[in-house]
């Protein structure tokens, strides 16, 4: 997997976007940017991933530069809840899909 | 999405003993299981791959025989840390790849205390 760098940490306010960046600039062709999330003492939550595309779900959008070395999570309006520790991974999938978890950035939301 | 259930969700035992954490993949078939460890206020550090029918594949500096992985059907795989040891409390994390869409589902954990 191709090595990512997120910020440690990130404050945002209560119904803001909050804009999460990660570099990635030894990305190779197949490898995918996957987007995790942690609450604390629970298990990582999936949150959205991409190649080349802009992505977005119902709860978040993926935007990853033309270039493919960043990318950036954007939550659209952050609530307490979303409060975690977000990472950002570079896999390739299929048969080699073990993810390697960096440190991330700890997203506070704060009132 | 996809639930992946752990069994239990915390657990204490005495120095020496052993005990066993089981993953579920609860609406899909998991050919593939992974075990993570994460100590306090430290990221996930992958353990193991697990493959249905077949021996798991350990990460380097695990020792596979403290760390036994049966994963004998594609919704279920247990990891059993045998002669447990206070070094070896911390919060175990399973997850399961859903072949059919190519994406990884991860357990809520599982907070081991050895005392």
């Known amino acids: 997997d191709a090595k990512t760098t997120q910020p440690p940490s990130m404050d945002c306010a209560e119904g803001r976007a909050a804009n999460l960046p990660c570099n990635h600039s030894?990305?190779?062709?197949?490898?995918?940017v996957y987007w995790y999330r942690q609450i604390h003492s629970q298990g990582p939550q999936y949150i959205i991933h991409g190649l080349k595309n802009n992505e977005t779900n119902e709860m978040a959008s993926l935007i990853i530069t033309e270039d493919r070395k960043s990318s950036t999570l954007i939550l659209p309006h952050a609530t307490l809840r979303d409060t975690a520790v977000y990472y950002c991974?570079?896999?390739?999938?299929?048969?080699?899909?073990?993810?390697?978890f960096g440190k991330g950035t700890l997203l506070t939301v704060n009132p | 999405g996809a639930v992946v259930s752990q069994h239990p969700s915390w657990v204490i035992c005495k120095s020496g003993t052993s005990v066993k954490i089981e993953c579920r993949s609860l609406d899909f078939q998991a050919t593939t299981m992974f075990w993570y460890r994460q100590f306090p206020k430290q990221s996930l550090m992958l353990m193991a791959t697990?493959?249905?029918?077949?021996?798991?594949?350990?990460e380097q500096g695990v020792e596979k025989d403290k760390f036994l992985i049966n994963h004998a059907s594609l919704t279920l795989s247990t990891l059993t840390v045998t002669s447990a040891h206070p070094e070896d409390s911390s919060f175990y994390i399973c997850?399961?790849?859903?072949?059919?869409?190519?994406?990884?589902?991860f357990g809520p954990g599982t907070r081991l205390t050895v005392t």
């Open positions: 697990s493959n249905e029918g077949s021996k798991a594949t350990y």
């Open positions: 030894t990305i190779s062709g197949n490898e995918y």
């Open positions: 997850s399961a790849r859903d072949s059919g869409i190519d994406e990884q589902y």
């Open positions: 991974i570079a896999n390739s999938g299929g048969s080699n899909y073990k993810l390697t």
